[in-house]
Protein backbone atom coordinates (compact mmCIF):
# COMPACT_ATOMS: atom_id res chain seq x y z
CA UNK A 1 0.00 0.00 0.00
CA UNK A 2 1.41 3.33 -1.04
CA UNK A 3 -0.13 6.37 1.12
CA UNK A 4 0.58 9.36 -0.32
CA UNK A 5 1.58 13.00 1.59
CA UNK A 6 -1.50 15.31 0.55
CA UNK A 7 0.68 18.63 0.95
CA UNK A 8 4.17 17.42 -0.85
CA UNK A 9 4.57 21.49 -1.91
CA UNK A 10 5.00 22.20 1.40
CA UNK A 11 7.81 19.54 2.36
CA UNK A 12 9.21 20.72 -1.23
CA UNK A 13 9.53 24.40 -0.02
CA UNK A 14 10.73 23.32 3.55
CA UNK A 15 13.75 21.11 1.88
CA UNK A 16 14.50 24.09 -0.01
CA UNK A 17 16.44 25.86 2.09
CA UNK A 18 19.47 24.87 3.34
CA UNK A 19 19.94 25.16 7.00
CA UNK A 20 16.82 23.61 7.17
CA UNK A 21 18.78 20.25 5.18
CA UNK A 22 21.65 20.37 7.51
CA UNK A 23 19.26 20.06 10.03
CA UNK A 24 18.05 17.09 9.07
CA UNK A 25 21.17 15.78 7.86
CA UNK A 26 22.31 16.66 11.79
CA UNK A 27 19.32 14.72 12.97
CA UNK A 28 19.49 12.05 10.66
CA UNK A 29 22.91 11.55 13.18
CA UNK A 30 21.04 11.37 16.27
CA UNK A 31 18.40 13.27 18.45
CA UNK A 32 19.81 17.01 18.81
CA UNK A 33 18.22 19.86 21.14
CA UNK A 34 18.30 23.46 20.13
CA UNK A 35 21.73 24.48 21.49
CA UNK A 36 23.47 21.22 20.21
CA UNK A 37 21.90 22.23 16.69
CA UNK A 38 23.15 25.95 17.00
CA UNK A 39 26.55 25.00 18.04
CA UNK A 40 26.85 22.13 15.38
CA UNK A 41 25.94 24.69 12.10
CA UNK A 42 27.24 27.70 13.78
CA UNK A 43 23.53 29.54 13.86
CA UNK A 44 21.68 31.47 16.07
CA UNK A 45 19.53 29.54 19.07
CA UNK A 46 16.14 31.93 17.58
CA UNK A 47 16.86 30.93 13.95
CA UNK A 48 17.09 27.26 14.77
CA UNK A 49 13.72 27.42 16.74
CA UNK A 50 12.39 28.73 13.65
CA UNK A 51 13.82 26.45 11.39
CA UNK A 52 12.59 23.36 13.35
CA UNK A 53 9.16 24.72 14.11
CA UNK A 54 8.78 24.66 9.97
CA UNK A 55 10.16 21.28 9.76
CA UNK A 56 7.41 19.86 12.56
CA UNK A 57 4.76 21.59 10.69
CA UNK A 58 5.88 19.95 7.77
CA UNK A 59 5.52 16.53 9.15
CA UNK A 60 9.48 15.44 8.88
CA UNK A 61 10.51 15.59 12.62
CA UNK A 62 8.79 15.32 16.05
CA UNK A 63 10.37 16.56 19.73
CA UNK A 64 9.78 14.87 22.89
CA UNK A 65 11.46 16.10 26.58
CA UNK A 66 14.52 14.77 28.59
CA UNK A 67 14.81 16.48 31.83
CA UNK A 68 15.09 19.83 31.11
CA UNK A 69 16.30 19.67 27.47
CA UNK A 70 13.71 19.03 23.90
CA UNK A 71 15.41 17.20 21.71
CA UNK A 72 14.43 16.91 17.88
CA UNK A 73 14.25 13.81 16.08
CA UNK A 74 13.21 12.45 12.51
CA UNK A 75 10.27 10.19 13.63
CA UNK A 76 9.32 8.31 10.03
CA UNK A 77 10.39 6.87 7.03
CA UNK A 78 9.34 9.40 4.04
CA UNK A 79 10.04 8.58 0.27
CA UNK A 80 10.05 11.75 -1.71
CA UNK A 81 9.98 11.45 -5.45
CA UNK A 82 11.08 13.59 -8.15
CA UNK A 83 10.32 12.35 -12.18
CA UNK A 84 11.74 14.97 -14.31
CA UNK A 85 11.39 14.11 -18.19
CA UNK A 86 10.21 15.58 -21.52
CA UNK A 87 7.22 14.31 -20.95
CA UNK A 88 7.17 14.22 -16.98
CA UNK A 89 7.32 16.12 -13.99
CA UNK A 90 5.86 14.27 -11.32
CA UNK A 91 6.04 14.99 -7.56
CA UNK A 92 5.49 12.55 -4.48
CA UNK A 93 5.97 12.34 -1.02
CA UNK A 94 5.42 8.54 -0.20
CA UNK A 95 5.10 5.98 2.93
CA UNK A 96 5.63 2.92 1.70
CA UNK A 97 4.23 0.00 3.39
CA UNK A 98 4.31 -3.61 1.44
CA UNK A 99 1.69 -6.33 2.61
CA UNK A 100 3.60 -8.91 0.63
CA UNK A 101 7.22 -8.43 -0.38
CA UNK A 102 7.56 -11.83 -2.38
CA UNK A 103 4.55 -11.24 -4.84
CA UNK A 104 5.73 -7.80 -5.26
CA UNK A 105 8.92 -8.70 -6.22
CA UNK A 106 7.77 -11.42 -8.60
CA UNK A 107 4.99 -9.01 -9.94
CA UNK A 108 8.02 -6.25 -10.34
CA UNK A 109 10.26 -9.06 -11.85
CA UNK A 110 7.72 -10.25 -14.40
CA UNK A 111 6.78 -6.70 -15.40
CA UNK A 112 10.40 -6.27 -16.06
CA UNK A 113 10.56 -9.20 -17.92
CA UNK A 114 7.60 -8.24 -20.09
CA UNK A 115 9.36 -5.23 -20.66
CA UNK A 116 12.49 -6.15 -22.08
CA UNK A 117 11.06 -8.44 -24.62
CA UNK A 118 8.61 -5.76 -25.84
CA UNK A 119 11.14 -2.67 -26.00
CA UNK A 120 13.08 -3.85 -29.01
CA UNK A 121 10.20 -4.41 -31.24
CA UNK A 122 8.00 -0.92 -29.63
CA UNK A 123 8.41 0.74 -32.70
CA UNK A 124 6.65 -1.83 -34.98
CA UNK A 125 3.50 -2.18 -32.36
CA UNK A 126 0.86 -0.16 -32.87
CA UNK A 127 -0.68 2.41 -31.14
CA UNK A 128 -2.60 0.58 -28.38
CA UNK A 129 0.11 -1.50 -27.58
CA UNK A 130 2.68 0.81 -27.31
CA UNK A 131 0.51 2.86 -24.75
CA UNK A 132 0.22 -0.92 -22.65
CA UNK A 133 3.69 -1.03 -22.62
CA UNK A 134 4.02 2.38 -21.16
CA UNK A 135 1.13 1.51 -18.51
CA UNK A 136 3.35 -1.38 -18.05
CA UNK A 137 6.44 0.61 -17.25
CA UNK A 138 4.18 2.88 -14.81
CA UNK A 139 3.35 -0.15 -12.97
CA UNK A 140 6.93 -1.32 -12.71
CA UNK A 141 7.99 2.23 -11.43
CA UNK A 142 5.05 2.05 -8.77
CA UNK A 143 6.52 -2.25 -7.76
CA UNK A 144 10.56 -1.02 -7.61
CA UNK A 145 8.99 2.18 -5.65
CA UNK A 146 7.56 0.00 -3.02
CA UNK A 147 10.72 -2.21 -3.27
CA UNK A 148 13.03 0.89 -2.55
CA UNK A 149 10.60 2.11 0.42
CA UNK A 150 10.55 -1.42 2.15
CA UNK A 151 14.51 -1.62 1.90
CA UNK A 152 15.25 1.53 3.51
CA UNK A 153 12.41 0.96 6.15
CA UNK A 154 14.14 -2.35 7.07
CA UNK A 155 17.79 -0.51 7.26
CA UNK A 156 16.09 1.71 9.90
CA UNK A 157 14.77 -1.22 11.79
CA UNK A 158 17.99 -2.80 11.51
CA UNK A 159 19.68 -0.31 12.49
CA UNK A 160 17.43 0.73 15.50
CA UNK A 161 18.40 -2.42 16.45
CA UNK A 162 22.16 -1.80 16.11
CA UNK A 163 22.12 1.14 18.54
CA UNK A 164 19.72 -1.06 20.94
CA UNK A 165 22.87 -3.62 21.03
CA UNK A 166 25.64 -0.90 21.15
CA UNK A 167 23.86 0.56 23.97
CA UNK A 168 23.27 -2.75 25.65
CA UNK A 169 27.06 -4.09 24.94
CA UNK A 170 28.67 -0.97 25.59
CA UNK A 171 29.02 0.87 28.32
CA UNK A 172 30.91 3.89 28.05
CA UNK A 173 29.73 6.73 25.88
CA UNK A 174 32.56 7.88 24.03
CA UNK A 175 32.63 4.46 22.58
CA UNK A 176 29.30 4.61 21.42
CA UNK A 177 29.42 7.68 20.30
CA UNK A 178 32.61 7.11 18.30
CA UNK A 179 30.61 3.48 16.84
CA UNK A 180 27.25 6.05 16.05
CA UNK A 181 29.95 7.98 14.31
CA UNK A 182 31.18 5.06 12.10
CA UNK A 183 28.22 3.43 11.37
CA UNK A 184 26.84 6.96 10.00
CA UNK A 185 29.81 6.56 7.48
CA UNK A 186 32.66 8.72 8.84
CA UNK A 187 36.20 7.14 9.24
CA UNK A 188 38.27 9.20 10.81
CA UNK A 189 38.86 10.09 14.69
CA UNK A 190 38.87 13.97 13.65
CA UNK A 191 35.26 13.59 11.92
CA UNK A 192 34.01 11.88 14.48
CA UNK A 193 35.06 14.59 17.19
CA UNK A 194 34.15 17.28 14.61
CA UNK A 195 30.84 15.51 14.01
CA UNK A 196 29.84 15.09 17.61
CA UNK A 197 31.39 18.04 19.06
CA UNK A 198 33.86 15.57 21.38
CA UNK A 199 37.49 16.82 22.61
CA UNK A 200 39.51 15.05 19.85
CA UNK A 201 42.06 12.80 22.39
CA UNK A 202 38.75 11.22 24.13
CA UNK A 203 37.18 10.05 20.38
CA UNK A 204 41.20 8.94 20.04
CA UNK A 205 41.18 6.73 22.75
CA UNK A 206 37.51 5.12 22.54
CA UNK A 207 38.68 4.22 19.28
CA UNK A 208 41.93 2.36 20.59
CA UNK A 209 39.39 0.61 23.10
CA UNK A 210 36.93 -0.80 20.46
CA UNK A 211 40.03 -2.16 18.42
CA UNK A 212 41.41 -4.04 21.34
CA UNK A 213 37.70 -5.47 21.42
CA UNK A 214 38.05 -6.48 17.88
CA UNK A 215 35.17 -4.20 17.17
CA UNK A 216 37.03 -1.79 15.15
CA UNK A 217 39.89 -2.57 12.69
CA UNK A 218 42.33 -0.19 11.56
CA UNK A 219 42.98 0.41 7.51
CA UNK A 220 45.72 2.27 6.01
CA UNK A 221 44.09 4.22 3.04
CA UNK A 222 45.68 6.66 0.69
CA UNK A 223 48.71 7.25 3.21
CA UNK A 224 46.54 8.16 5.56
CA UNK A 225 44.30 5.79 8.60
CA UNK A 226 40.99 5.44 8.77
CA UNK A 227 38.53 3.07 10.61
CA UNK A 228 35.93 1.00 10.29
CA UNK A 229 33.45 -1.49 12.12
CA UNK A 230 34.36 -4.86 11.26
CA UNK A 231 31.54 -6.79 9.51
CA UNK A 232 33.33 -10.30 9.81
Do not use: W
Not at 58 to 74: P, Q
Not at 143 to 158: N, T, V, W
Amino acid sequence: MITLTSDVGTVLEVLGNESRRKILSLLSKKPCYVSEISYALKMAPKAVLEHLEKLERAGLINSYEDGRRRYFYIYKNLRLEISITPHTFQTNLLQQEIDDLDKTLKDAFRLFQDIRSSTSKVMKDTVTEIYRNLKDMEEIQKKFSLIQGYIASRASEIFDHFLDEVERCIEDEYERIALLGLSKGATKVSEIAEEFGLPYLEVKKAIEKLKKKGVVEEINKNDSIEFIIKCR
